[in-house]
Nanobody, 115 residues
Framework: QVQLVESGGGLVQPGGSLRLSCVAS????????MGWFRQAPGKEREFVAA??????VYADSVLGRFTISRDNAKNAVYMRMNSLKPEDTAVYYC??????????WGQGTQVTVSS
């Protein structure tokens, strides 16, 4: 069973940047359509961005600010987040896309945008 481990979160001021990483435990991960999701306090988990091959898709709320990428040799998916806003504060997770596998949810990584 694939295990996904997210990292790279932290506290950042509005307008700042972070780079999140998601590393998978299996090499078959490279064939998966992968996405980033986030859950803010008191809200439902929502889609953020996804990637398969060179194709990417983004939620409207992050389009132009976030960039998803992957390195299959490292079994990793990344997300560069620029121009961060307080409303980006959430726990960020990676999982398969468009249907997240419930067995793959990890602990996520906390992103807090605050001055």
């Amino acid at each position: 069973q694939v295990q996904l481990v997210e990292s790279g979160g932290g506290l950042v001021q509005p307008g700042g940047s972070l780079r999140l990483s998601c590393v998978a435990s299996e090499r078959t991960f490279s064939t998966y359509y992968m996405g980033w999701f986030r859950q803010a306090p008191g809200k439902e988990r929502e889609f953020v961005a996804a990637i398969r091959g060179s194709g990417t898709v983004y939620a409207d709320s992050v389009l132009g600010r976030f960039t998803i990428s992957r390195d299959n040799a490292k079994n990793a998916v990344y997300m560069r987040m620029n121009s961060l806003k307080p409303e980006d504060t959430a726990v960020y997770y990676c999982n398969t896309y468009p249907l997240p596998n419930p067995d793959y949810w990890g602990q996520g990584t906390q992103v807090t945008v605050s001055s």
